[in-house]
């Protein structure tokens, strides 16, 4: 298996906190992602990276801001949680990007709570 | 939306073929099939993907059609662990997403003792 690693794992929070999701990897791969999933959405990508402070907004964006100081870091906040922000959050990382067919690898998830 | 249909469930016999279809009629030329399943509470899962021709690893065997509009995820001696839901994607290939994949709903797929 891939090396991700996210955390936590669990989170319960309260409306209007920061929160800040890790993920990090062990592969050196140069792009990484952040998914959510929410029951009858699927996975919808957040926002991805494609190199050390290189990052870009996916489809659900708003309310969400990524950073990557590190290869084997990307981190994800919530500046100020709102109860639709309440989710399974997935990373996922690759070798290659959009001219690439390297396929991308998730991790086991963050399950966030927000009430 | 997602470029790809597939059934929304499927039963198999433990022991068994599961061949499971996903149809691509808009699929583009440079465009790869990939396969991925989610088990319950896990991450999704990469199994195999391809272009044109057939492909086949440890885990599964995907056969594409001639005219790429179709494809099949082939795991040839399924086990209980294979239960899972199945997602065939297409590569959204361009523009500002860089490889962003798109998940639909899936296969439900139930592999029974």
């Known amino acids: 298996d891939a090396g991700i690693t996210q955390s936590p794992r669990h989170k319960v929070t309260e409306t209007g906190t920061p929160v800040t999701l890790r993920c990090h990897q062990t592969?050196?791969?140069?792009?990484m992602y952040w998914y959510r999933q929410d029951p009858g959405h699927g996975l919808r990508l957040i926002h991805y990276?494609?190199?050390?402070?290189?990052?870009d907004k996916g489809e659900v964006s708003d309310g969400y801001s990524v950073s990557r100081s590190k290869t084997e870091d990307f981190l994800l906040t919530l500046e100020s949680a709102t109860s639709s922000q309440t989710s399974v959050y997935f990373c996922?990382?690759?070798?290659?990007?959009?001219?690439?067919?390297?396929?991308?690898?998730f991790g086991d998830g963050t399950r966030l709570s927000i009430l | 939306d997602a470029k790809t249909t597939q059934p929304p469930s499927m039963d198999c016999a433990e022991g068994r073929a599961a061949n499971l279809p996903c149809n691509h009629s808009?699929?583009?030329?440079?465009?790869?099939v990939y396969w991925y399943r989610q088990i319950h509470s896990q991450g999704p899962q990469y199994i195999i993907h391809?272009?044109?021709n057939n492909e086949t690893n440890e885990m599964a065997s995907l056969i594409i059609t001639e005219d790429r509009k179709s494809s099949t995820l082939i795991l040839p001696h399924a086990t209980l662990r294979d239960t899972a839901v199945y997602y065939c994607?297409?590569?959204?290939?361009?523009?500002?997403?860089?490889?962003?994949?798109?998940f639909g709903k899936g296969t439900k797929l139930s592999v029974k003792p």
């Open positions: 996922a990382i690759s070798e290659g990007g959009t001219y690439s067919n390297q396929p991308q690898h």
């Open positions: 592969e050196n791969h140069r792009y």
């Open positions: 990276s494609y190199g050390v402070k290189d990052t």
């Open positions: 808009t699929i583009s030329g440079n465009e790869y």
């Open positions: 391809g272009l044109k």
């Open positions: 994607i297409v590569r959204v290939g361009y523009g500002g997403s860089q490889g962003n994949l798109i």
